[in-house]
Nanobody, 111 residues
Framework: QLQLVEAGGGWVQSGGSLRLSCQAS????????MSWYRQTPGKERELVAS???????VYADFVEGRFTISRDNVKNTAYLQMNILIPEDSAVYYC?????WGQGTQVTVSS
């Protein structure tokens, strides 16, 4: 059964860092496009970053070099390292493999 389980969210002050993880089961992250999305109340879910099979990565414009997406093929886990967080980054962050969604992890950045 395909499953994605996010972890690593929490509360952080503006300028701080968090590392989100997405533990995958039932499939291999290295052969899927793994992505992170985020959503705030009343807004549509938006793409944050993706990592392709080749290892190439793409980021939303608002990331501005602050986030890094990666994966560990041995641990079958995708990550999102978030630095220089700002209050506007507060959202529920979701992991996606193109087919399935995780349950999300809440990130709250205080000013």
């Amino acid at each position: 059964q395909l499953q994605l389980v996010e972890a690593g969210g929490g509360w952080v002050q503006s300028g701080g860092s968090l590392r989100l993880s997405c533990q995958a089961s039932g499939f291999t992250v290295s052969i899927y496009i793994m992505s992170w999305y985020r959503q705030t109340p009343g807004k549509e879910r938006e793409l944050v970053a993706s990592i392709y099979r080749s290892g190439n990565t793409v980021y939303a414009d608002f990331v501005e070099g602050r986030f890094t997406i990666s994966r560990d093929n041995v641990k079958n886990t995708a990550y999102l390292q978030m630095n220089i967080l700002i209050p506007e980054d507060s959202a529920v962050y979701y992991c996606n493999n193109g087919l399935n969604w995780g349950q999300g992890t809440q990130v709250t950045v205080s000013s």
